[in-house]
């Protein structure tokens, strides 16, 4: 076989067969395969897609390229929840521990911040002395023991994904619906959960933006999940606007522990209710949904959740007292308020700007080797829907360079629009897809 030939073939728009994909995407993490030539076809991929049958290979064969994770060695379900990527989605710094502290276990693989989206690794770092990089060891003996333990993708984990991976990310060759569900269900398969709960964004921060192709997306990733044998469902939410009012690493863990205290934005907390939910009823803790809200709710009013958060922390390396006194946590020199340029509603907020707004402040990778800087970002006062008077603050922004919040600032102005006119606020929740 020739890497020329299946290029070719995907540009003119047929179908590669299984033993085409398993050869490119062996000979591509071998290293025999040259960017360059892979860089074409995931183009030839992105304008003429792949069928099914195609993404099931693609999947297989990442999933494959390196170990299969074996969590046989914990005790009972163990369920894993995935994002498709957002802004202000602090989700699983939350979730995890109250799930956990209903006695589910959760063995998950988190990732670092993509594009204008940010990532649980990088935010989790606002603990000092924190750590991803475990090893498969630490990880299976702290699920076991606390019930909850959070990974990087380690170099032996879907490494095809890995290289694919970056390489998409400068190609322009992302935000493809077989490319995105093979890159997430790959890293699934691979790390080994039982069940998976998929938080599918949709809108204009996320990287499907209309709403019938995340749920597209949201069928692919199901079926992929199920016929591999994990239970899997899906979330479709909002990503139109940031989720909760915190958009940036430290400020987001900030958010997450004032919701774990029974504090947080109400959209945040439906989101981690929702998805905490279908965890719980997958890992056989709870019959029904209502019964897994009402532990959840029970784990946040009793602060266990908040005390599972703090063992997590600790379990691997970070300083746990940040979660009781939070004014431990990285912090920004300069503190500005961003007052509304004009009376009315919030009509719209073009929320992929307002995650480039906490990159431009240093909350992000300008490229792949930048070190990011955890305190800065935004707190949002207003969100869509929201009558905004004159003399009030649309966002309190965080930085520690002079020139970095100007240009934020005038970038954050523009995503923001009104209306005379009041304006229904939106729906959070999307749609559930299950088979
Ligand atoms: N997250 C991933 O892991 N892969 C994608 O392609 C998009 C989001």
């Known amino acids: 076989m020739r890497m020329y030939d299946l290029i070719m073939k995907k540009r003119n728009g047929e179908k590669l067969s299984t033993e085409e994909i398993e050869y490119m995407i062996k000979e591509y993490t071998a290293d025999h395969i040259p960017d360059y030539q892979m860089s074409a076809m995931m183009m030839a991929v992105y304008f003429q ?75 989790l770092e606002s603990f000092a002395g924190f750590t991803t990089g475990i090893t498969e060891e630490h990880f299976i003996r702290q699920v076991n023991e606390i019930g909850v333990s959070i990974m ?81 469902i899906a979330v479709v939410s909002d990503m139109d606007q940031p989720l909760g009012r915190a958009v940036g690493n430290a400020l987001e863990v900030e958010e997450a522990i004032a919701t774990l205290q029974g504090e947080g934005p109400d959209d945040f907390m439906q989101l981690c209710m929702t998805l905490g939910a279908y965890m719980l009823v997958a890992g056989g803790a709870a019959a029904d949904e209502e019964e ?91 969100k869509v829907g929201d009558q905004v008077k004159v003399g009030e603050s649309l966002a309190t922004i965080y930085a520690n360079d002079p020139d970095k919040l100007a240009a934020a600032k005038e970038r954050f102005l523009k995503a923001y629009h009104f209306t005379k006119q009041s304006v229904q606020k939106t729906e959070l929740i999307k749609g559930i897809v299950r088979e």
């Open 152 to 232: 990087g993708q380690t170099a032996d984990i879907a490494p095809a994904d890995k290289k694919l991976y970056a390489l998409r990310d400068v190609t322009a060759t992302v935000d493809n619906m077989s490319l995105i569900a093979s890159s997430i269900m790959s890293k699934k398969l691979a790390s080994g959960a039982d069940a998976i709960v998929l938080d599918v964004k949709t809108g204009s921060g996320a990287f499907m933006k209309k709403e019938e192709d995340s749920f597209a997306l949201a069928r692919e990733m199901v079926t992929l999940g199920n016929m591999a044998g994990r239970k899997t």
């Open 49 to 123: 897609g792949m069928s099914a049958q195609e993404t099931v290979a693609l999947t297989m064969a990442m999933a494959h390229s390196g170990d299969m994770m074996n969590l046989s060695a914990v005790e009972g379900v163990k369920v894993d929840k995935h994002s498709t990527g957002g802004v202000g989605d602090k989700t699983s710094i939350a979730l995890t521990p109250m799930v956990a502290a209903c006695g589910v276990k959760i063995a998950k693989m988190s990732g670092r911040g993509l594009g204008h989206t940010g990532g649980t690794i990088d935010k």
């Open 292 to 382: 897994a809200r009402e532990k959840l709710e029970h784990v946040i009013a009793d602060g266990s959740a908040l005390k599972k958060l703090a063992d997590f922390v600790q379990a691997q390396g970070g300083d746990s007292r940040a979660v009781y006194d939070t004014s431990l946590l990285p912090k920004a020199d300069v503190v500005e308020e961003i007052m509304t340029p004009q009376e009315g509603y919030v009509s719209k907020i073009d929320c992929d700007e307002i995650g480039i707004c906490s990159l431009i402040l240093g909350g992000g990778r300008e490229t792949k080797d930048s070190e990011i800087d955890l305190a800065v970002g935004l707190i949002l006062h207003k």
